[in-house]
């Protein structure tokens, strides 16, 4: 097709941003856009909804956090159209910092069902849905694996070629604690990459064995040394493009003492005022703080859950790297 530019019109659906948040420009037509060579190969273009399905990918040159990846022949399904990208390049921030070696075809580039659109911004494209990296051996048997459709889904999987085990792949779920005293929020700065040295809400990963809100308690001790009580839901948001899901819980003291753990340099309560947004680590955490301040100065607290779309390239702290979609608040 060298270069030509297929089109097609899709539904006039389309999910916007919140004005509180970066980039909040909705999309300014509903036309579908892909160019499979020349200028305009390995645009990004914006899903809204319905449509579109990712059947095959394959990729090469894996190199770990901050992960390059060069993607070749790509295959789509858009509307009954087969069309065909030549090179897409990325660039995933933390995500994939256990990524260390470069190898042949360790990632793979989903999509779920979803429309396209071309983005009005210059900043953030949203991709479909998640890059991921490629199991090729199997966990139960060893056997080599093989990506494709089970029978009966609809998603690309890790089918092992000698026993059929199916491996899934699911969303991290990551856990915090926004932590309440005498109107102002405990801040960590981070001892530990990615974004070291930038201010974050103490969060980390959910363990095996522990619910949500003991894992982000959990997590505060750790790299606060705090002991808190978790007292409400506050935040549920949800990053596609890294696999991760947030959330984030309001907290109090059950006693007034904090000091860095292993992972902080240093730990501060901050007036909603002298919060840092310059110099704050993650997305996740200027989106929840944000979110706070404007519940605070409504004199209402509720829940909330967004979904943040990453730009490929961006870094976690990247104040212009992201946009938030389908916020809901209650």
């Not at 690309?156 to 991290?172: D, E, F, M």
């Amino acid at each position: 097709m060298g270069g030509s530019v297929v089109r097609g019109l899709l539904s006039n659906r389309h999910l916007t941003t919140q004005s509180l948040f970066p980039l909040s420009s909705p999309p300014s037509n509903s036309c579908l856009l892909l160019s499979s060579g020349g200028a305009g190969a390995g645009t990004f273009v914006r899903r809204t909804s319905l449509f579109s399905r990712v059947h095959e990918h394959v990729c090469d040159g894996v190199t770990g956090m901050g992960l390059g990846l060069r993607l070749h022949n790509l295959c789509g399904e858009l509307l009954g159209i087969r069309a065909m990208s030549s090179s897409i390049r990325g660039r995933l921030d933390g995500s994939t910092a256990g990524l260390s070696k470069a190898r042949q075809g360790s990632v793979m580039y989903c999509d779920s069902s979803s429309a396209a659109e071309t983005s009005t911004s210059e900043n953030v494209q949203e991709t479909p849905k998640v890059f991921r990296p490629v199991v090729s051996f199997c966990q139960s048997c060893g056997g080599a694996m093989q990506q494709r459709i089970p029978e009966g889904e609809h998603e690309l999987r890790a089918v092992c070629s000698k026993c059929g085990s199916i491996h899934y792949q699911n969303p991290k779920m990551v856990v915090g604690c926004l932590v309440e005293h005498e109107n102002k929020v405990l801040l960590c700065r981070r001892n530990i990459e990615p974004s070291y040295g930038l201010w974050t809400l103490p969060a980390g990963y959910m363990e095996l064995g522990e619910s949500a809100a003991e894992g982000a308690a959990r997590e505060t001790l750790e790299e606060a040394r705090a002991d808190v009580e978790v007292v409400a839901h506050f935040a549920h948001l949800d990053i596609p493009l890294i696999g991760q899901s947030y959330i984030i819980f309001r907290a109090r003291f059950k006693q007034p003492t904090f000091s860095p753990g292993p992972e902080s340099l240093e730990c501060a309560l901050f007036s909603l005022d002298e919060i840092p947004f310059d110099s704050i680590a993650f997305s996740s955490v200027t989106v929840a703080l944000k979110m706070y301040i404007e519940d605070v100065k409504a004199g209402r607290i509720r829940h909330h859950h967004g979904v943040i779309v990453k730009r490929p390239g961006a870094s976690p702290s990247d104040p212009l790297g992201y946009v938030v979609r389908d916020h809901l608040a209650t």
